[in-house]
């Protein structure tokens, strides 16, 4: 048997994503995801890429025309100089 007083128990060491504070999104990409939609950026990506992200056999599923010529923009917008460099930045988001 243990000497001392009987300890409550520890509470849960994870926290689920859900539950983690989110803050807004940058006033920037805010008015530039406006300035995109509003002119109907992805579509017209999409229509453009059609030949080259619509393949069946090649590897695994592309991201979203749209989404890649997004976050191509991000690394400009932030001088990140590398693929791999905006893909980390973006996930930290």
């Not at 983690?20 to 229509?47: I, K, M």
């Not at 997004?70 to 930290?92: K, P, Q």
Request: proline letters at 3%; charged letters at 25%.
């Amino acid at each position: 048997m243990a000497m001392g007083r009987r300890r409550a128990r520890q509470q849960a060491l994870w926290v689920a994503t859900e539950q983690l504070a989110q803050s807004g999104g940058h006033a920037f990409y805010e008015q530039v995801n406006e300035v995109l939609n509003e002119h109907q950026f992805d579509p017209f990506v999409e229509a453009e890429c059609v030949g080259f992200y619509k393949s069946e056999v090649m590897g695994r599923p592309s991201i979203a025309p749209g989404v890649y010529f997004r976050m191509l923009m991000v690394g400009y917008f932030e001088g990140i100089d590398s693929e791999r460099g905006i893909a980390g930045d973006i996930r930290t988001r």
